[in-house]
């Protein structure tokens, strides 16, 4: 039985889950990042990272909730897609993607259990992230409009992706327990972010939803009555600093959404072109 199989881009082999620090393309943590194993730890460690990278780093080591630890490991190690059979899957959080302090940021729902999961980056390498990285390179955020694998040379330009939960969930539905616990991972986010952002773009319910209630606990001024989510919604919100941040609503790039014609290519094109 194979241990491990050769990245698609490197040739390095890999097992699956791919330890920490092994030379996975882009992968920001090494083995001495401290890991959270529970929800009080993951406060703390996300509190505690003093940039981004750290951020990251800490992140993609992230074993605080167990029924998702068990389904992207599973995942991982028996449940790949026929296609990827040959290919070794990263079966771990998905950290951000793109630059520090970036002016623009996404807020998604969480990583593909074929997508992320196995590539170990955002929005890679499924259908989903086919759509949005072809807006995301028709809008001059993204080098190419595609995304196939770590380490393929995609570049975001004044853009960062992030999700409200960075692991994979069993029928892409994490429970309630399980946003809260990864919650501080976002709150984080945005609180190293803020400095510099002008916008943000939440994929879905679950993105807007969670971004408003994380800037709220972040002490930002949030419209009442609270502003309701849809496709090219738009608010704006208000920093402790008086920055005004603009919170903008896509419908997600879901296939349930892009193959029903719910979400359009122009749809899509016309809500990035306001960031």
């Known amino acids: 039985m194979r241990t491990t199989d050769p990245h698609p881009v490197t040739g390095q082999e890999f097992a699956s889950p791919v330890p920490p620090g092994t030379g996975w393309p882009g992968d920001p943590a090494s083995r001495h990042t401290p890991v959270a194993v529970t929800p009080h730890q993951v406060a703390d460690l996300a509190a505690s990272c003093a940039d981004v990278a750290e951020l990251d780093a800490r992140i993609t080591v992230c074993r605080a909730c167990p029924r998702l630890v068990d389904w992207r490991e599973s995942v991982a190690i028996s449940g790949r897609r026929a296609s990827f059979a040959d290919q070794p899957y990263w079966g771990r959080p998905a950290s951000g993607f793109g630059p520090a302090g970036a002016p623009v940021l996404i807020v998604g729902l969480a990583p593909a259990a074929q997508g992320?999961?196995?590539?170990?980056?955002?929005?890679?390498?499924?259908?989903?992230?086919?759509?949005?990285?072809?807006?995301?390179?028709?809008?001059?955020?993204?080098?190419?409009?595609?995304?196939?694998?770590?380490?393929?040379?995609?570049?975001?330009?004044?853009?960062?992706?992030?999700?409200?939960?960075?692991?994979?969930?069993?029928?892409?539905?994490?429970?309630?327990?399980?946003?809260?616990?990864?919650?501080?991972?976002?709150?984080?986010?945005?609180?190293?972010?803020?400095?510099?952002?002008?916008?943000?773009?939440?994929?879905?319910?679950?993105?807007?939803?969670?971004?408003?209630?994380?800037?709220?606990?972040?002490?930002?001024?949030?419209?009442?009555?609270?502003?309701?989510?849809?496709?090219?919604?738009?608010?704006?919100?208000?920093?402790?600093d008086s920055r005004v941040v603009r919170l903008v609503g896509s419908y997600h790039v879901s296939q349930q959404n892009t193959f029903t014609g719910k979400l359009t290519e122009a749809m899509l094109d016309e809500v990035i072109a306001t960031l």
């Not at 955002?122 to 595609?146: E, I, V």
């Not at 309630?176 to 510099?196: F, K």
């Open 116 to 240: 992320a999961n196995r590539t170990g980056r955002m929005f890679t390498g499924d259908r989903s992230g086919d759509w949005l990285y072809a807006a995301l390179h028709r809008g001059g955020y993204a080098n190419q409009p595609t995304s196939d694998h770590a380490g393929d040379g995609l570049e975001l330009q004044g853009l960062r992706i992030v999700s409200a939960v960075r692991c994979a969930p069993p029928q892409n539905k994490p429970t309630t327990q399980e946003r809260a616990t990864c919650a501080p991972w976002l709150h984080r986010e945005l609180e190293l972010a803020a400095p510099t952002l002008r916008s943000i773009l939440a994929l879905g319910l679950i993105g807007w939803d969670a971004t408003l209630r994380t800037v709220k606990e972040m002490g930002w001024e949030v419209p009442r009555p609270r502003p309701r989510f849809g496709h090219g919604a738009q608010t704006q919100l208000v920093t402790p």
